[in-house]
């Protein structure tokens, strides 16, 4: 199975701060016939089911705020959110969907400082 | 607008069995891929199972198989979990969620329904 890991655990930003979350998965998830990672990025707030951020690793799902970007391809990706608002406290995760197995990373809460 | 409901959890004992399901309503069911994805208590979130718009294609987490079945009624838009042997570490609140737009990542989710196994 692919197994997902992300850094930091945790993080604190000032408001208006830029924050940064890497994943990283143990074999690439690039498919080569359409160049697409197959890579997504999801935001839970406390009490809430998750929701998709990115999907395709940078394809910013529809009614996300701008300041949310995904980057990477085959195996390292990066979330960055360039101005963190308050309602961005959440912990997020990634996910692969490229094997018939999916599996998420273990997640990084992101707080203000 | 996309809904879906999750209902069936509940307190069951160690080895027992549950059969969770999920309606969904607001979009055409029987052409989603379905998954159900579950999460412990103060844990991350942990995909258990994918079934095809058909049905035809069925995956499990190795921490499920031989143990759940996931089934779906294409003509009663449910989707179902039906989970046999259960143990302590399956007890989570566990998430219907539906396929993506544009591909097999989820990107629709329920509001989940808690299964506790304990005795």
């Known amino acids: 199975d692919i197994v997902m890991t992300q850094s930091p655990d945790s993080l604190a930003v000032s408001l208006g701060e830029r924050a940064t979350i890497n994943c990283k998965s143990s074999?690439?998830?690039?498919?080569?016939?359409?160049?697409?990672?197959?890579l997504a990025w999801y935001q839970q707030k406390p009490g809430q089911p998750p929701k998709v951020l990115i999907y395709?690793?940078?394809t910013r799902e529809s009614g996300v705020p701008d300041r949310f970007s995904g980057s990477g391809s085959g195996t390292d990706f990066t979330l960055t959110i360039s101005s963190l608002q308050a309602e961005d406290v959440a912990v997020y995760y990634c996910?692969?969907?490229?094997?018939?197995?999916?599996?998420f990373g273990p997640g990084t809460k992101v707080d203000i400082k | 607008e996309v809904q879906l409901a999750e209902s069936g959890g509940g307190l069951v004992q160690p080895g027992g069995s549950l059969r969770l399901s999920c309606a969904a309503s607001?979009?055409?069911?029987?052409?989603?891929?379905m998954n159900w994805v579950r999460q412990a208590p103060g844990n991350g979130l942990e995909w258990v199972s994918y079934?095809?718009?058909?049905?035809?294609?069925?995956h499990y987490a190795d921490s499920v198989k031989g143990r759940f079945t996931i089934s779906r009624d294409n003509a009663k838009n449910s989707l179902y979990l039906q989970m046999n042997s259960l143990r302590d570490e399956d007890t989570a609140v566990y998430y219907c969620?539906?396929?993506?737009?544009?591909?097999?990542?989820?990107?629709?989710w329920g509001q989940g329904t808690l299964v506790s196994v304990s005795s």
């Open positions: 079934i095809s718009s058909s049905g035809s294609h069925i």
């Open positions: 607001g979009f055409t069911f029987s052409s989603s891929n």
């Open positions: 996910q692969q969907y490229y094997s018939t197995i999916f599996t």
């Open positions: 074999q690439s998830v690039l498919y080569n016939s359409n160049n697409k990672s197959y």
């Open positions: 969620a539906r396929g993506g737009d544009y591909g097999d990542y989820v990107g629709y």
């Open positions: 395709w690793a940078s």
